[in-house]
Each structure stands twice: as structure tokens, then as C-alpha cells.
């Protein structure tokens, strides 16, 4: 279903991926994670086409992106969802505005619309939010509303950047459940997070991302831990930046010890 051959991303003159290949089956749910920076989002950039890959061979649902001139480009978008990290929901119209919205680009009669946005609102629990402002949401509705965007079009493919990153432990346990639930449903999912409490949640297929490259592919979500051991009083290594090794793909566990 999609196919990354040796890609490459170079922005700026920076090598930001470097030959990463891999294969996602119809109806998978994988997860991409990796310490910030490490090239998740540019991933999922890559997989809808709003940035073309310097080198290698991206391959979606049998064609190649690079060949698709703009309006089919702008075509294969729409089978696609995508849930941003801040969401980018538009904040001064209504839920119900905001979920229809897609249906319209691809010029659906209203009444299919209402019907359709009615019933997806109906399944995330957000129909008594229907008239709402999505800027008066609580970070859960928000969320919830964002992935109603992303599926009200039944997209073959959902991709998620961070879509847990605003939200608290049980919002966040409920965005899993979610996303679970659409892939049961026959959509593949591709979720980046450099959360590993998610990845332990989720044990599904885990990309490990590191400086660009793909450094594990864990068919199982499980990563191997390596101890280290810091003082008390060493505060060198950023907590995200620990959750991961630079080699390997290992989880460091940071040990304290007495001093
Ligand atoms: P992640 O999502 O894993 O945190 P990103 O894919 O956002 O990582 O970024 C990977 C690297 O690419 C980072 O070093 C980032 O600074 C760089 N990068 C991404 N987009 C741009 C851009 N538009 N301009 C310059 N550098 C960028
Ligand atoms: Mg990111």
C-alpha cells in the first residue's frame, strides 16, 4: 500500500532522511516514532505529497507520487486524512463546518453532506457539539473533532503527527482507542509520536526513527531498554532525547544513582 524505496530528503542543504525504505500492508497500523527532529512529520509530509523527496522512490497504492501531475496529485490527497499535530482546525467556524469541509472540496451534495457529517459526529460522541466554535473545544473534543475531519471522506489512508502531543493521560488513552478502532474498521493508519508511553499502549508494528534514519522495524512495537546510569545532579540529557538511543533504536533507561 506504500512503498518507501531509498528515500532521501535534503531541506536546506541538510540531509533530513536519509535512504529509508520501508513497506506499510493494507489495513496496517504502524507507528513512526523517534526523538524530536529525527524526521517523523517530514515522513508524513512526504506520504501526502506536500514535499517531494530528494531521492528514492515513493510508491502509494501502486503509483509512484512523483509521477502524478498536480490534479491527480490533488486527487489521491483525497483519499488520503491527515490529523496535524496543532490540529489546524478552522477556529471560528462550527464542528459540524469544519467536518463537512472536506466533503465539500470534493463537491458532494449538501444533503449527502449532512447526512454523512451527522453520522461521524454521532460515532466520535460530538453531535452535541455539532454548533460549537472549535475554538470553545476542550483539548479532547478538539482532537475528536480533527479526526472526524480527517475520516468524514473514508480515506484508505489515516496519517496522525502527534495527535496525543496537547492532551492528557486518559484524552490520550481515548485518541489511541480511536485510531484503533478506524484501522479495525479497514483504514491503514500511520501514526508519528516520539511518545513511547504510545508505543508500549499500542504494541503494533514500530518504525524507530534516529537523525534521519530508520534505525528499527519492530514488527511487534517491542524495543529493547538499555540502562545507563546518571547522578541525580546530571541534568545533560533531555528526558526526549533519552527515551531513545542514538544507536540501534535502543530505549535508554535512565537509572539514577546515589551519590
Ligand atoms: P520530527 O517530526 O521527528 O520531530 P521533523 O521531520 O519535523 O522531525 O524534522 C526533521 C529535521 O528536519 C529537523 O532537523 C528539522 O529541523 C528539519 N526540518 C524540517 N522541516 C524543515 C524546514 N522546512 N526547514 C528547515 N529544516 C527543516
Ligand atoms: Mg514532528
Known sequence: M????????VIKGDSVLEDISF???PKELVCITGPS???K???LHLLIGAEEATSGKIIIDGVELRSLPPTALQLFRRRVGVVFQDYKLLWNQTVAENVAFPLE???IPQKMISKRVEAVLSDLGL???AKTMTSALSAGEKAR?????AIVHNPMILLADEPTGNLDAEESAMMINLLQLINKNGTTVVLATHDMSIVDQLQTRTLVLNNGKLVLDSSDGQINTVEKEFSKEDRRIPLEKASLDTEGGKRIKIVATQS
Open 37 to 39: 527532529g529525527s524526521g
Open 2 to 9: 506504500i512503498t518507501l524505496e531509498s528515500v532521501g530528503k
Open 145 to 149: 473533532t480533527a479526526i472526524a475531519r
Open 105 to 107: 472540496v470534493c463537491g
Open 41 to 43: 512529520s517530514t515522513i
Open 23 to 25: 513497506d506499510i500492508h
Open 127 to 129: 453531535l452535541r457539539k
